[in-house]
């Protein structure tokens, strides 16, 4: 009930705003920010960290869902409608990440009256989609796992940001270049560390199926409980499915995302004997000056935290 009235609200906040926004504008809001800086929104965390790496001081940056919040299903605050009706260029991931529930990112843009592939972009735009094993028509949204791909994302905010002001596009494509190095320095690394485990141990058990590009770029196994945070999580023949495979394996350690309840992974470790590693990030970084507050600083503590999980005796 609760549910359904928030979603009304919000659709009425949509409907209100569409009318009267664009009547209320200053200048600034239509060609960028009072400082003349490009206003720049993202739809998470993640892709907030990747834009300002690029951005840097020549940008105002603003994000709809906040650290801690998963993306996949997501009711827009007031505020949020504001800073997307005013954004020069708004980046989301694509691959059906924002399309839970109402399908909310969609309904915010249109009522924005923003265009797609304009001033609204695919950060995943270049990026091989893989897809859920239980419904090969839909793609697995968590493609920023790799870091081959993380990169990929760069790639397509810098175009973006260059398209959208050309003058700064040699700082961004400078800053772009830096970053990419150090992405790609770290998936090099990668690779090498995780060919290094036994293939049997090699296996990363989690409560959501995020990992299936992870899995491919590292040659590690993804296993889990549920596939999408947007579905049941924890049914009888869920755990019985991730305790079948465990059993198989040669795992060491079970590992619990830092968005999801750790219920169900608890009882997967009661049943199994296994401990619990640590905390992983997966759709949301740290809060700022916690580890893990970028996304390098993020896919650094996933890849330490694995390594050593797989190798517990």
Partial sequence: MLKRLSMTIIA???????VVAFTQRTPETVDGSASGKLRVVTTNSILEDMVAQVGGDRIELYSIVKRGVDPHEYDPQPRDITETG???????NGLN???GGSGWFKKLINSAHKIWGDDVVAASTGVTPLHLSTNKNEQD???WLSLANGAQYVRTITKALVRKDPANAAYYERRSADYI???TRLHKRTQQQFAA??????VLVTSEGAFKYFGKAYAVTPVYIWEL???AQGT???????LRKIRSSDVQALFVETSVSPKSMEKVSHETGLPIKDKIFTDSLAPRGQTGDTYYAMMQWNIKQMLVGMKIK
Avoid: S
Avoid at 86 to 92: E, V, Y
């Fill in 12 to 18: 009425l906040a949509f409907t209100v705003w569409g």
């Fill in 86 to 92: 005013q954004a020069d260029l708004i980046f989301h």
């Fill in 97 to 99: 990440l924002e399309t």
């Fill in 141 to 143: 949204p968590h493609a």
């Fill in 181 to 183: 190095e150090k992405l």
């Fill in 197 to 202: 485990v036994p293939k049997n141990a090699r």
């Fill in 229 to 231: 945070n947007t579905e």
């Fill in 236 to 242: 009888p023949e869920q755990m019985q499915t991730v």
